[in-house]
């Protein structure tokens, strides 16, 4: 079992930055993958970035080069830098995680989320 916590959500005014952290834990896994996603009020969850372990990112045509993802793999943690903040970016972000993946699959685990609010 693997546990992902979130952190970094907060009220943000417009332009402004955040950075959202995603701590994994547990015992004896590999992570092959891990992602950030939002969903607003009212609407679907979203792809918003997502990196693997050899470093391949993918970010959601929205970023426009607003946002950066990155990790730590020492540390079992993704981050999520964003700039030029905008208030339709507030939503609830949430990690999630590929692992111990093989030719039968992945497991797929999800945090419980930060909320982002941005808003003058």
């Known amino acids: 079992q693997v546990q992902l916590v979130e952190s970094g959500g907060a009220l943000v005014q417009p332009g402004g930055s955040l950075r959202l952290s995603c701590t994994a834990s547990?015992?004896?896994?590999?992570?092959?993958?891990m992602g950030w996603h939002r969903q607003a009020p009212g609407k679907e969850r979203e792809l918003v970035a997502s990196i693997t372990a050899v470093d391949k990112i993918r970010y959601a045509n929205f970023v426009k080069g607003r946002f950066t993802i990155s990790r730590d793999a020492a540390k079992n943690t993704m981050y999520l830098q964003m700039s030029d903040l905008k208030p339709e970016d507030t939503a609830l972000y949430s990690c999630?995680?590929?692992?111990?993946?093989?030719?039968?699959?992945?497991?797929?685990?999800w945090g419980q989320g930060t909320q982002v609010t941005v808003s003058s």
């Open positions: 999630n995680a590929a692992v111990d993946c093989s030719g039968a699959g992945c497991s797929v685990y």
């Open positions: 547990g015992t004896d896994f590999t992570i092959n993958a």
